[in-house]
């Protein structure tokens, strides 16, 4: 069977809202600044986006807080050709521990990832529907080391089982990793070097 692609398929979507004339609404689920940089410079061409930083997984609370802050100062300094909002999602790192009771000893991208992104996603498809938005996706393929396929297979399952679409991508694609990077260093990101959870900083 031939592996999907991902990005094509988003071009296909975005192709269609040119076409059209549409600016439709997403709701984009951002784990960091840094990885939302490209991933915002280039969908707020086509949507009109609102960001959710929903990562309960994230460990120490001083290292969620300063996602969060870095994720704000990025909004406001960065130019979008449509406006770009945020929406802080409720920090209970409890919900993450029992999503992956069990998985603690899982290997990083295996077992407990899956369940990491479903519960993130989860969170990501609700606020969409409750919010009336189009689309609803993630920055998470953005990363080199996620994979498209199960984040785009999570993502897809759970947006029709709450009834909103979801929109495919593979960020890293077209070089997003790289502008990535050098969209952080422009802006002075930090950049932090673990996933989130306390299970990434040990690996």
């Known amino acids: ?43 707020s061409q086509y ?20 996602r969060v802050h870095e994720e704000e100062r990025l909004i406001r300094e960065m130019h979008f050709k449509h406006p770009v909002h945020m929406i802080s999602g409720t920090y ?21 990832c899956e369940k990491c992104f479903e519960l993130r996603l989860s969170e990501a498809a609700r606020e969409a529907k409750k919010g009336g938005f189009d689309y609803f996706t993630t920055t998470l393929t953005i990363s080199p080391l996620k994979s498209a396929p199960t984040l785009n ?10 009834g909103v679409s979801y929109l495919p991508s593979d960020f890293k694609k077209k070089n997003g990793y790289k502008r990535s990077v050098e969209l952080s260093e422009e802006h002075g990101l930090y950049r932090q070097n673990y996933c989130g959870c306390v299970y990434s900083i040990r690996s």
Do not use: W
């Open 1 to 43: 069977m031939n592996q999907r692609n991902y990005q094509k398929e988003l071009d296909k979507v975005i192709d269609g809202l040119v076409k059209e004339n549409r600016v439709p609404s997403l709701l984009l689920h951002s784990c960091c600044a840094p990885c939302s940089s490209y991933v915002l410079e280039y969908l």
């Open 47 to 66: 949507f009109e986006i609102t960001i959710l930083f929903y990562n309960p997984n994230i460990y120490p609370p001083e290292e969620y807080q300063a």
């Open 92 to 112: 209970d790192p409890d919900v993450y521990y029992k999503a992956v009771k069990g998985l603690e000893k899982e290997p990083e991208g295996g077992a407990r």
């Open 153 to 162: 297979t999570i993502g897809e399952r759970i947006g029709e089982e709450v």
